[in-house]
């Protein structure tokens, strides 16, 4: 405050003052000798009586009133990169507000922050210090100043902190090792120069040369790329500048997405670290943040001499296929099971392509693939390994030789850095007759399998006496059905007369009591889940159901009834041939035949609704 605000200040008193203290409009000036009047003014020897009053007032009005003070001091200067430190803002009095420290995110990144206060009483006298603890860490070396921070309308005084490079010289501190020796983090990532969906590994180091109470390690972080962790921190013994380290070691695989630069940004470790000899009972600790460099990939694109239609790129590559049977052989009518195997390394599972999925088969041959059954190992030294496993089960419909066509599979290998191409050879499935064939071309008398010339006289007679009365046999039963159709001819003739013409020709009303009979077997054997005797009741069935067709077979059976029915035909058979043990479900089974019998009736009650054609 300079002097022409105080003069001003002291007139304005002197002003309220006397008009307090001074005479009245109606006293007479006096005289005493010391201060004469002027105008008829009073002399002012009163001003002595209230002189201490009036220095006091004074004071107060010339001097502004005292703010609180709030220091802010760091633990440590100067401070290097990459490293933490601690600002610890205190006062011995009340402050006015909560502190704001948005400032200090400037130039520091807040890592951590508490409060406390400490009471304390000397002589009889009491004091308050509060205590704000800041954990902070530069982002940039040079002489960083630690701004003024807002405590309500109070504020802390500005200070100043040194930040230099992580790779200068720092004097080793007694009782204890410097900072860049207790604590190090190292990260690699092979390769450089990966290919676009290809495999890096990326391992991160912490060596250290203290105990930690507690530590945070930041996960990898990157754009356009897929990171998976490996597996559980490995924990080891190293040597550094011959200095001894433990080190605990991590593990990622990362899948470039996208070709050109891929950054992966630096990994951060923030740890507790002790403070040695401090305390006996409590240990003491101090906070300290450790990066990692930061490591840029050369990511490169698919290249041109891949020619395939999956790009697949991977260190090693095996197809495999498995038969029940090898080589390979099946019957008519009977389900057979091939198991087709892609294993590669290096390669996640969702990067693996269909196997089987495009083969074209001759149609008699029908198809019911199981769903893909997909693994993934992780290793942390060579990574990911992922298998897929396609099984399906095929139905041949008739005996006969087919053409099982060759699988190949194109795939980049990046030791040789070329296209490789894994390949089934094409194979032959020798199909068989079914055995109800067989033994219906079989004789039932096995004298009548052998040459006539390689029996005996006595064999041959017999024989020919069993043929002809075999010979008899078939005359009388071909009279007899002969006869049976025509009662049948009369009888629908006869019927058809009194039956009225309509739009449309009549279909089947109900099913017959033999077909009701097979639907209940059918039904019992899926409620018990036993597909055997689902197998044979489904046959049954079929044959009552469809009796201009009558299928003997599974597969006849599936290409008569429909998607869904096919579907579970296939599930029944690769439960009843599969070499694992597996449990079947019949509920699904039974709901397939019920929408086939259902369907069925209503088409035929939609036909019976039918209004004729003439009244």
């Known amino acids: 405050m300079n002097n022409t605000s105080t003069m001003t200040n002291q007139e304005s008193v002197l002003r309220i003052i006397n008009s307090t203290f001074g005479p009245k409009p109606c006293e007479k000036p006096r005289h005493d000798g010391m201060v004469g009047i002027v105008n008829g003014h009073k002399d002012g020897t009163w001003i002595l009586c209230y002189l201490p009053f009036l220095l006091c007032l004074m004071l107060f009005i010339s001097t502004p009133a005292l703010a609180t003070v709030i220091k802010a001091m760091p633990d440590r200067d100067p401070v290097r990169m990459n490293e933490s430190f601690s600002v610890v803002f205190s006062s011995e009095e009340s402050v006015d507000g909560d502190p704001d420290f948005s400032p200090l995110a400037e130039d520091f990144e807040i890592l951590g922050q508490n409060q406390g206060s400490q009471i ?7 004091s308050n210090k509060q205590e704000w603890t800041l954990t902070l860490s530069p982002k940039r070396t040079g002489a960083i100043p630690i701004p003024a921070i807002a405590f309500g309308s109070d504020s802390s005084q500005p200070g100043r902190v040194s930040v230099i490079d992580s790779s200068a010289a720092k004097p ?3 009782g204890g090792t410097s900072n860049d020796e207790e604590i190090k983090l190292e990260v690699e990532a092979v390769p450089k120069n990966p290919y676009v969906q290809a495999q890096v590994i990326y391992t991160v180091r912490v060596l250290l040369r203290a105990n930690l109470v507690g530590a945070d390690l930041s996960e990898p972080v990157a754009q356009d790329a897929l990171i998976e962790r490996l597996s559980d921190d490995h924990r080891y013994s190293t040597t550094r500048n011959g200095r001894d380290y433990t080190a605990i070691e991590r593990s990622f695989a990362v899948f470039p997405q996208k070709s050109g ?3 992966l940004e630096p990994m951060r470790l923030t740890a507790q670290v002790e403070i040695p000899g401090r305390s006996f009972f409590a240990r003491s600790t101090r906070a300290m943040q450790v990066k990692s460099e930061g490591i840029d990939l050369q990511v490169r694109p698919i290249p041109a001499a891949f020619t395939g239609k999956h790009w697949l790129p991977t260190t090693d590559l095996k197809l495999e296929e498995s038969w029940p049977q090898n080589p390979p052989h099946a019957k008519a009518g009977e389900p057979i099971t091939r198991t087709l195997s892609l294993s590669a390394m290096g390669v996640t599972k969702g990067l693996l392509p269909e196997i089987g999925a495009e083969l074209q088969l001759d149609p008699s041959i029908k198809q019911y693939p199981d769903q893909p059954a997909l693994t993934e190992e992780k290793l942390p030294s060579t990574g990911i390994s992922s298998t897929r496993q396609e099984k399906t089960a095929l139905i041949p419909s008739k005996p006969g030789k087919f053409k099982m066509p060759a699988i190949e599979i194109p795939w980049w290998n990046i030791k040789t850095d070329r296209m490789e191409i894994a390949r089934i050879a094409e194979l032959t499935l020798n199909v068989q007759p079914s055995s109800e064939a067989s ?22 007679e017999k024989t020919a006496g069993q043929v002809q009365n075999l010979e008899n046999a078939w005359f009388w039963l071909a009279l007899f059905l002969g006869a049976g159709w025509l009662t049948t001819g009369l009888a629908w003739w006869w019927k058809s007369r009194h039956i009225p013409v309509s739009g449309s020709s009549r279909p089947k009303s109900e099913p017959s009591a033999d077909l009701g009979l097979a639907r209940k077997a059918l039904r019992s054997a899926c409620t018990q889940h036993d597909p055997a005797a689902a197998r044979t009741a489904l046959l049954h069935w079929a044959g009552l159901y469809w009796p201009e067709r009558k299928p003997a077979t599974l597969a006849e059976i599936a290409s008569l009834g429909g998607d869904q029915l096919a579907v579970e035909i296939g599930h029944i058979n690769h439960v009843l041939y599969s070499h694992a043990a597996e449990t079947w479900n019949g509920d699904a089974l039974w709901v397939a035949v019920q929408t086939l019998h259902e369907g069925k009736l209503k088409r035929s009650k939609e036909g019976l609704d039918l209004e004729p054609m003439y009244r």
């Open 120 to 126: 304390s009483i000397v002589n009889g006298k009491m």
């Open 172 to 174: 080793s501190t007694a």
């Open 439 to 460: 033994s219906q071309a079989t004789p039932s008398n096995p004298a009548l399998a052998s040459s006539p010339e390689s029996l005996p006289v006595q064999v041959i």
């Open 261 to 263: 630069l891929l950054s």
